[in-house]
């Protein structure tokens, strides 16, 4: 049975995780360990005039209850998100910093609430006793006083004159103000236009719903001083990069492990504030903690995505050719400045796959009173897509021109590559039109009309769309890869990248064994242990198989180099005459042959002069981009009942190019995620948030 690349191999970690044997973060426990609960404010925006503790310090089981002033005078520092310890600008956002007038407020997040809260949910207080439900009885105890302030839960409401300051450093609530493109250009061409198209275009603000919440538990050695983290995360190597800055430890004082995890769509990158604080608790305590969100909490608590407005016009000529496109992208970064990735990715790709001249964005993140924003899947690229593509249907239904050959006439033409968008992204390749033909054909596009009257026959409006897409991911610029053929017959991967579910375990093996022909029941995927794993980006922003997969290839080159050299010794052969396929070293022209495993078992028995001392090992790091453009396009065809309103999905189509396939089973299911959470959020999710109180309004599923 072929296992290479491009096979369907049925992922190997099923078995395991379907029949109980994962290994979530929840499910790690520590001999003697306590149990924290998480004090919240029922405030989006107010002052802590006192926080009372003694009573529930003397209730039993009760071991700590730790507030921000404790941790400050333990002397730990912030989560650095975008700062790092000197509060300089993250270089990820660096980008922003290079437009003439750009500023940045980006201010590291206290674990626990000083002096004034900016979110309703963030913490105050950590509790910490022998049981769960005695941590929780205490938090009820603790008396904490406040002084409410106006909030703003609204990322309009929170620019507006007069708006609450939530911090005192973004004047206007405004934390990230840049803009790019060539705004001169832009204004000419739209000073000629025949015609211009407006819209203000909201993205909902989506809940962070990992099928499994998030779960913890750390503990310390005081004898050698070190904390280990056991939680659920996108790279364990992210976490423990700021967390040994949280706890002020030198970064070999630090190790994160994750195994399983069910689910990260981006906001798992993040370090979160009880993982911090649980591993100060566990150095206090002498003992293991542990922390579980419940799912209520996630909805106050955990990192959020989307939530943007963005006003864009495009300009066109009298015959639709588009000639410009502006935008003013207005994200809401939330009550911390966690991070502005998802307004960095969105303006690059702001004029998609299309022959747009000339473009201009102005970039604006602002503070509200909610919990901080984070990339989230796709990270700021499908808000581009989603503006662009209801700009030209916007056009078409305004000035009459069809939807269809209003895009047929301005795509990218497939020999206009490499082509340099207006934003100054360059794309390698694309057959757009190809796809885009591909996809409406798929939909019988052309049908749609009779379908059309069927359903009104049946008291039904039926409508389509259609949305063409480019991607541009880039992720962490960082990634290692660590391989060696055992004498045993086992060949053992150590690599930087970690699955949230993607089936990394089943991809990996894949492309070791089309390298180096060996079994691919016989290959170990080691990831997410710091300990292990030196270095790493983790798993975000479609880099795995990109990042991983190259540093894996080059590791696996180098080992048959190695391989080559011990072969021509044992071969007693030149060493240009030493082939390499399917496993076996040859000699050309001859029936001589040996076995990767065999060579390696010669180099440890000693067989081979000069062999290198780690035998058959070799590594492979990588610092830098790896640029890719997947693209494709989507018809969706629905039915609406006028008397309900309800939507009911009949047609689904898309065409998607990734290039090279590992696994077309998994792409597959990972386009079938992509699509059910695409669609989850258009008709049925909102985090929304009282545009005053700041208090969340879809606090549970059934809300939300």
């Known amino acids: 049975m072929n296992t290479g690349i491009g096979a369907s191999v049925r992922r190997t970690e099923d078995f395991r995780l379907l029949t109980g044997r994962g290994r979530y973060s929840d499910d790690k426990n520590q001999p003697g360990q306590a149990y924290a609960f998480m004090l919240r404010s029922p405030h989006a925006h107010a002052i802590i005039t006192s926080i009372d503790t003694v009573a529930a310090e003397n209730m039993q089981g009760v071991l700590a209850i730790l507030t921000a002033r404790d941790y400050d005078d333990d002397g730990l520092k912030p989560i650095p998100h975008g700062a790092n310890n000197n509060d300089a600008v993250n270089p990820k956002i660096q980008a922003f910093l290079e437009s003439e007038g750009a500023r940045i407020f980006d201010m590291a997040q206290p674990p626990l609430a000083r002096d004034k809260i900016r979110f309703g949910g963030e913490g105050v207080a950590l509790v910490v006793a022998e049981t769960l439900s005695q941590a ?51 204004e000419a061409a739209f000073a000629g236009a025949a015609h211009v198209v407006e819209m203000e275009l909201p993205v909902t603000r989506v809940a962070n719903c990992q099928m499994e919440p998030r779960a913890a538990v750390a503990w310390h050695d005081a004898d050698t001083g070190r904390y280990t983290l056991y939680a659920g995360s996108q790279g364990a190597n992210r976490l423990k990069m700021h967390l040994f800055l949280c706890l002020d430890v030198a970064p070999e004082m630090v190790r994160v492990i994750t195994e399983d995890v069910g689910g990260g769509y981006g906001p798992r990158n993040m370090l979160y504030p009880e993982f911090v604080l649980i591993s100060w608790a566990a150095k206090r305590l002498g003992r293991p903690v542990k922390w579980t969100s419940d799912r209520t909490e996630a909805f106050v608590a955990d990192y959020q995505g989307r939530d943007l407005v963005t006003q864009a016009a495009l300009a066109l000529d009298s015959n639709g050719k588009f000639l410009a496109m502006r935008t003013r992208m207005i994200g809401a970064v939330g009550g911390h400045t966690v991070a502005y990735v998802s307004l960095n990715n969105g303006h690059r790709l702001t004029t998609s796959l299309y022959d747009i001249p000339t473009a201009h964005a102005h970039i604006q993140g602002v503070l509200t009173n909610t919990p901080s924003t984070s990339p989230y899947r796709g990270a700021g690229r499908p808000e581009a897509m989603f503006v662009i593509e209801r700009l030209i249907d916007g056009a078409a239904d305004q000035f009459g021109f069809d939807r269809i050959e209003l895009r047929r006439r301005n795509l990218i033409a497939r020999d206009g590559f490499p082509y340099r968008n207006a934003m100054g992204l360059t794309y390698d390749c694309g ?7 591909s996809t409406m054909a798929l939909a019988d596009w052309d049908g749609v009309e009779a379908r059309r009257t069927e359903a009104r026959g049946r008291g039904k409006l039926l409508g389509i769309g259609l949305a063409n897409y480019i991607e541009a991911p880039v992720g962490a610029p960082i990634e290692r890869a660590e391989i060696a053929i055992e004498p045993d017959g086992r060949v053992r991967v150590v690599v930087g990248t970690q699955s949230q579910g993607q089936g990394h375990e089943t991809s990996f093996r894949q492309v070791i064994t089309e390298w180096l022909g060996v079994p691919f029941d016989d290959i170990d995927i080691i990831t997410g242990d710091t300990d292990v794993v030196k270095t790493g980006g983790g798993t975000h922003s479609d880099r795995s198989i990109r990042m991983a997969g190259n540093v894996m290839v080059k590791a696996s080159e180098k080992i048959i180099e190695i391989g080559r050299d011990a ?41 081979v002069p000069d062999a290198p001392e780690g035998g058959m090992a070799a590594e492979e790091d990588f610092w830098g981009r790896l640029p890719a453009f997947p693209n494709g396009c989507v018809v969706c065809e629905v039915e609406v009942d006028p008397d309900t309103g309800d939507v009911a999905i009949t ?5 998607d190019d990734v290039g090279r396939v590992v696994n077309p089973m998994i792409v597959h299911g990972q386009t079938h995620g992509g699509i059910a959470m695409g669609v989850g959020q258009a008709l049925l999710e909102n985090a929304w948030y009282d545009p005053e109180s700041g208090q969340l309004l879809a606090g549970s599923f059934m809300d939300y």
């Open 651 to 655: 047609r689904y189509s898309t065409v």
């Open 431 to 437: 057959e757009f039109e190809a796809n885009m033909d």
């Open 567 to 607: 072969a021509s010794h044992l071969l007693e052969a030149a060493r240009e005459d030493i082939a390499f396929a399917s496993g076996r070293f040859s000699v050309a022209g001859t029936d001589r042959e040996i076995g990767i495993f065999d060579v390696a078992a010669a180099i440890a028995r000693g067989d």
């Open 136 to 186: 929780r009885d205490a938090a009820e105890h603790v008396t904490v006083e406040y002084d409410p302030l106006p909030a703003a839960g609204h990322v309009m409401d929170a620019i507006a004159p007069g708006a609450a300051q939530i911090w005192d450093g973004a004047p206007g609530n405004i934390c990230l103000d840049a803009t790019k493109g060539d705004r001169a250009a832009a």
